[in-house]
Structures are given as C-alpha cells and as structure tokens.
C-alpha cells in the first residue's frame, strides 16, 4: 500500500502510445480510495440535511429509553374497576344536578304560565262583573225614576181630588199666558170645574172677557184657552207629560187600564 499526504494528488503519468495531447487537471476518473474528506453531492444539500463524508460511517441514532417493568401492562390494562365506579357516579351526579336544574325551569316556566292564565281570568270576571253591576247600577237608577215619577203622579191625583179649587191657580195662569192683543179668548174645561173657576177667577175672565166653555174631554185640574191668536194647552195631561220628560220617564197621566175604562165607557 502506498502511503500518501492528505488531499494530495499524486502524479500519474500518461497512458502510453498514441499522440500525447496537453496534460489537464480533470484528464481521469480518480479512483475511490484516493478521495478522502469531502461528501458526494446529493439534491438534499439544498433542503439543509448534512450527510457524511463518505468512508465516514454516520453516527448511530440513540437507543430508545427501555419501558419500566409494569408500564406495558398498565398501559394495555385501561381504567381500574374503581375508576369506572367513580367515573360513573360522576355521570350520574351531573345527570341528576342537570335533570334537577331543567326540571326547576320548567316547573317554573309553567308556574309563570299559569298564573297569566288565572290573572286573565281574573281580570275577564271582575270586567265581566263590573259590566254587570254597572247595568245593575242603571237599571235600579231608572227604577227608582220611574217609582218616584209614579208617586209623583199619585200625589197630584190626591191633590187634586182632595183640593179642587186648584183649578182656578191653573186657569188663571193660562190666561195670563195668552198676549194682552188676542181676541175672542174661550176658556174649556171640565164641566165640574166650571163653577169653581167661575167664581174664584170672576175678576179675570171679566177683566180679559173670556168666554166659559164647558168640555167634557177635558180631565178636572186642566183647562185650554182658546183666542184668534192661538191656543193655550194647560190640560194635565199635557202639564204631566212635561214633568215626567224632565226625568226622561215616558209615563202617561192616565193609566191603560184607566184609559180602556174610559173608551168601554163612552
């Protein structure tokens, strides 16, 4: 073996025979074993992965740690029998709290409907009852009208049943009400309330000379005068009807039963 410096290049002398052409740095293959310190070019330089040089053997990689005695075992054998004991009663803990705590809202949920419902429902009564009774208010408003209206006309009945003269107030009112300019004044009434009239107002029939006309249509405590001007209604009917419009209570003067008497009468 010949022995030879580092990174020196011996000097081979040319092949024999044939034309002898200039000697040149790169004229042969350089065997193998005279390169020494330098890797082969490969593509991975450019991606940063270093490699040996070649006749340098690359460094064996690390043994790997060996496991522990036991750690296969444990790891191929899974969770203990108490932790899935305790895995599931955690399961079943978080189920109950979450079971319980949905549980609560819809109990209140339903606790909120219900009390809209009955609130409605209060509130549909007690506007239903106020309807009620404020009908009831104006029913027993217009029935207390009405009976007082009654009483009204009864007492006027009484008053004149038990004060005839009255009429002579009534007649002399309604002459009074007649203009000074009218003429030929007629004075109508009951034939029974004539004579009272006659007598208790002689000065004012003298003084507007108006003629006394006895008419049987005409109900006592009324009477109507007559001129060329018009006419004056003081009948008690008419005088009645007035009255018991004030009150907005359509009450006749005479009662049906009263008037079919009347009518079956005649």
């Known amino acids: 073996m010949t022995s030879s410096k580092p990174n020196t290049l011996r000097q ?7 034309t002898q052409r200039p000697a040149s740095t790169y004229a042969r293959f350089i065997p193998r074993e005279e390169l ?3 890797a082969a070019w490969t593509p991975d330089v450019f991606a940063g992965v270093e490699r040996a040089p070649l006749g340098v053997s690359a460094p064996a990689p690390a043994p790997e740690p060996e496991p522990l005695p036991g750690d296969e075992s444990m790891a191929d054998a899974g969770p203990s029998d108490e ?13 109950w709290h979450d ?3 949905d549980g609560l809202e819809a109990l209140e949920a339903a606790k909120r409907q219900f009390a809209q419902q009955v ?12 309807d009620g009774l ?25 008053e004149l049943q038990q004060r005839p ?16 300019s009218a003429r030929h004044l007629r004075l109508r009434l009951n034939p029974e309330d004539a004579a009272l ?17 006895p008419d049987a249509d005409i109900q006592r405590g009324g009477c109507r005068v007559e001129s060329d001007l018009g006419q004056v209604d003081a009948s008690i009917e008419t005088r009645w009807a007035h009255a018991a419009a004030v009150f907005d209570v359509p009450l006749a003067w005479a009662e049906p039963e009263e008037e079919l008497h009347e009518e079956g009468g005649v």
Do not use: C, N
């Not at 932790?83 to 189920?95: D, F, K, L, S, T």
């Open 197 to 213: 009239v006659a007598e208790g107002a002689a000065d004012a029939l003298k003084a507007r000379e108006v003629q006394l006309v």
């Open 165 to 180: 003269e009255a009429v002579v107030q009534v007649a002399q009112e309604a002459m009074a009400a007649v203009v000074l």
């Open 99 to 101: 079971g319980y705590r």
């Open 36 to 38: 020494e310190g330098f």
């Open 119 to 130: 609130s409605a429902q209060v509130a549909q009564v007690a506007e239903s009852f106020q």
């Open 83 to 95: 932790e899935w004991e305790a895995r599931i009663h955690e399961a079943r803990q978080q189920g």
């Open 12 to 18: 081979v002398p040319p092949p024999q025979g044939g």
């Open 134 to 158: 404020s009908a009831l208010e104006a029913r027993l408003a217009q029935t207390l009208v009405e009976t007082a209206v009654t009483l009204a006309r009864q007492v006027v009945r009484s």
